[in-house]
Each structure stands twice: as structure tokens, then as C-alpha cells.
T-cell receptor, first 114, second 114 residues
Framework: DAGITQSPRHKVTETGTPVTLRCHQT?????MYWYRQDPGHGLRLIHY???????DKGEVSDGYSVSRSKTEDFLLTLESATSSQTSVYFC?????????????FGNGTRLTVT | GDSVTQMEGPVTLSEEAFLTINCTYT??????LFWYVQYPGEGLQLLLK?????DKGSNKGFEATYRKETTSFHLEKGSVQVSDSAVYFC?????????????FGQGTILTVHP
């Protein structure tokens, strides 16, 4: 068990409201990632972090921001939620520093924007 | 940019049938390749990986060989079980300065009937 907890597990929100999803890890790993999963698209990278306060954009970062003020928490914020952001969001960590090491995923947050 | 293409699904098989899920990739350099599996309501779990050409990854009866000449990493299993029903994702890590990011295929839904 990679010690990743995502919260909440499910959320329904209205268009235009801000939403923050949390990813918490217990293992003090440096690299963390946020992906979204949509049918027909697999998983697409939103943002990632390579250390405290060190973050960068992925391929689908528009409309999202992230923060990492401490090693164990990586927050994903939708500043003003839209229906196109209805998705399942997965957090992942990289346990080993080798560049070809696999990622380990949390159980996801299902977000519905109405 | 880097990309992964998986065979279209869904795939429906009878128990004990032979499984192949095709995966091809486009990447510069020397990527590492992975297969992940996602059971209903769960996050992604690493199934197997290969880090260089001609490597064979294997786990739980599944196998995949890294073929650089055909840029492929097809997943196979000789005799599937009902418990193998899940979504399967092929992914690559481009290496270098990619910060361990994974690029995913669109996923293939596998259903195995008794």
C-alpha cells in the first residue's frame, strides 16, 4: 500500500463554484501528480510536483491550479468549476527516484459539476 | 509529442480464452513501458513493466515484450479468468527530464464471461 489518501471520494458541485481536492501521502515521497480520467481519453496529466512549492503544468492544466506547501499534501483547485471538469481525478506518487519507476495511484475522486 | 495507442475495446472473452491487447507508442529517446489495470471503483495498479528493448515484463500470468522495432508493447495472457475483467491501460515514461510523468493510452475494457 503506497499510503495515498484522496478526499473527498465523491463530490457534486454547481457550475461556477470553487472546488479543492486533496491528496495526502504518508511516505514522504518527492514527486506527486494529478490526473483526470475520462472515457476514450485514458488518463491525462493536469499538474505535477517535484517538491514543496515546486509544481508544473501537464497537458490539460487550463482551469486548474495546484499547491504543495508540505511534502505530504498536494491540493488541486478548480477555481470556477465547469461541466467539462466532471471527471474522475486521480492522485499519484512516485516512490522510487529512478526515472523509469512506476507511479502508484490513489483510489480517485469522482467529481460531478451540475 | 509522446503518445500511446491501444486497441479499441471493449473486449469480451470466455473464460480460459487467449487474450491480446495491442499497444503501440510514439516517443523520442528510450521510454519505459507499463501496463496498469483498474478494477471497478478502484485506482490503477501496476501490472507489469519493461524498461528497455526486448525486455519482457510479466505478472499474474500476463506478459508483454518491449519491441522497439515495431514500437509495440502488446499485453497477452494464455488463459483469462472472470477475475481478470477490468480496464487495462498501456503507458510510457519518456525518461530524461520528464520528471517521471506517464503518458497513457485510452484504456481497453475487458469482460470475461464464465
Amino acid at each position: 500500500d503506497a499510503g495515498i489518501t484522496q478526499s473527498p471520494r465523491h463530490k457534486v458541485t454547481e457550475t461556477g463554484t470553487p472546488v479543492t481536492l486533496r491528496c495526502h501521502q504518508t511516505e514522504n515521497h518527492r514527486y506527486m501528480y494529478w490526473y483526470r480520467q475520462d472515457p476514450g481519453h485514458g488518463l491525462r496529466l493536469i499538474h505535477y510536483s517535484y517538491g514543496v512549492k515546486d509544481t508544473d503544468k501537464g497537458e490539460v492544466s487550463d482551469g486548474y491550479s495546484v499547491s504543495r506547501s508540505k511534502t505530504e499534501d498536494f491540493l488541486l483547485t478548480l477555481e470556477s468549476a465547469t461541466s467539462s471538469q466532471t471527471s474522475v481525478y486521480f492522485c499519484a506518487i512516485r516512490e522510487i527516484m529512478e526515472n523509469n519507476s512506476p507511479l502508484h495511484f490513489g483510489n480517485g475522486t469522482r467529481l460531478t459539476v451540475t | 509529442g509522446d503518445s500511446v495507442t491501444q486497441m479499441e475495446g471493449p473486449v469480451t472473452l470466455s473464460e480460459e480464452a487467449f487474450l491480446t491487447i495491442n499497444c503501440t507508442y510514439t516517443a523520442t529517446g528510450y521510454p519505459s513501458l507499463f501496463w496498469y489495470v483498474q478494477y471497478p471503483g478502484e485506482g490503477l495498479q501496476l501490472l507489469l513493466k519493461a524498461t528497455k528493448a526486448d525486455d519482457k515484463g510479466s505478472n499474474k500470468g500476463f506478459e508483454a515484450t518491449y519491441r522497439k522495432e515495431t514500437t509495440s508493447f502488446h499485453l497477452e495472457k494464455g488463459s483469462v479468468q472472470v477475475s481478470d475483467s477490468a480496464v487495462y491501460f498501456c503507458a510510457l515514461n519518456a525518461g530524461g527530464t520528464s520528471y517521471g510523468k506517464l503518458t497513457f493510452g485510452q484504456g481497453t475494457i475487458l469482460t470475461v464471461h464464465p
